[in-house]
Structures are given as C-alpha cells and as structure tokens.
C-alpha cells in the first residue's frame, strides 16, 4: 500500500501590474508497504522494507505577464527530508544478505523556470527544474489541457 498527503499555505502579492510573487510552504508526508519481489526461479527473492518520508519545503515563484498571451515563471524553493530511510535483503537459495539501508534525510535546492499560454480551448504549460543538494537531477514538465 502506498499512502501519500499533503499540506500547504500559500500567498500573492502583486508587485506591478505585470509581476506577481507567488509564495508557499507545504508538508508533505509519504508511506510505502514492504514489497517481496520473486524471481522466476524461485531461488532467489528481494525484500525491500518499509519507508516512511516526512518532508517540508519552502518557495518563491515570480509570476510574469507582460507579454500577450504567454506567462513566463521562475522560482525556487527549498526542500527538507525530516525521515526517509531504506532498506532491505536480498535472498539467494538458503544465503541472506543485506541491502545497505540508505537515507534521504537532508536537503535541496529546487530551481524553475517555465512559460504557459492558453490556444484556443488548450491551456499548455511547460516548465524545467533543477535540484541541487542530497537528491540531484534534472526534470521537465509538459501539460496540455482541454476545455470545452
């Protein structure tokens, strides 16, 4: 079973008649079941434990409109893991070894920027961030809605 909620508080201010700040700060907390997993042989099997994640996070997000048709958006926030460990063992016929446990307790940097227009009946919105800290990496989001 996978379990997952979320809190927040956010507000805006506008700044101009074309800029607006956009801040948040939310609770977020997630829960994963233990999961075996077999292999066709039967011989062998993972047993991966259960991880529960408590997290906060924090950000801005500046809001610009001053072209015809297009929101351009930048922000950044900052994420913490309170929790957040895993672990478990892998089994191979009568021998048991011991998955490393592994944490995610710690810190990032989230940075975005992305722009969303509205086309006839179709809102899009795409955007890119970036994550800096004890979870790295790189991401993109494209959406695509349709009003009738």
């Given at each position: ?29 997630g829960y994963q079941d233990k999961k075996d997993v077999k292999w066709p042989d039967e011989e062998r099997a993972m047993e ?90 790189v991401g993109g989001t494209l959406k695509v809605k349709y009003t009738f």
């Amino acid at each position: 079973m996978h379990t997952a909620a979320a809190v927040g508080v956010g507000c805006k201010y506008k700044v101009s008649q074309n800029l607006e700040l956009d801040g948040i700060t939310r609770y977020m907390f997630g829960y994963q079941d233990k999961k075996d997993v077999k292999w066709p042989d039967e011989e062998r099997a993972m047993e991966f434990g259960t991880i529960a994640s408590n997290r906060i996070r924090a950000g801005v997000k500046m809001n610009y409109r001053g072209l015809e048709k297009i929101k351009l958006y930048a922000g950044t926030g900052y994420e913490y893991e309170l929790s957040g460990k895993a672990k478990g063992t892998f089994h191979d016929g009568d021998d048991l070894f011991a998955i490393p446990e592994s944490s995610y307790q710690g810190g990032m940097v989230i940075l975005e920027v992305g722009a969303s227009t509205r086309i006839w009946k179709l809102d899009v919105d795409f955007s890119g961030q970036g994550y800096i800290g004890k979870r790295s990496g790189v991401g993109g989001t494209l959406k695509v809605k349709y009003t009738f």
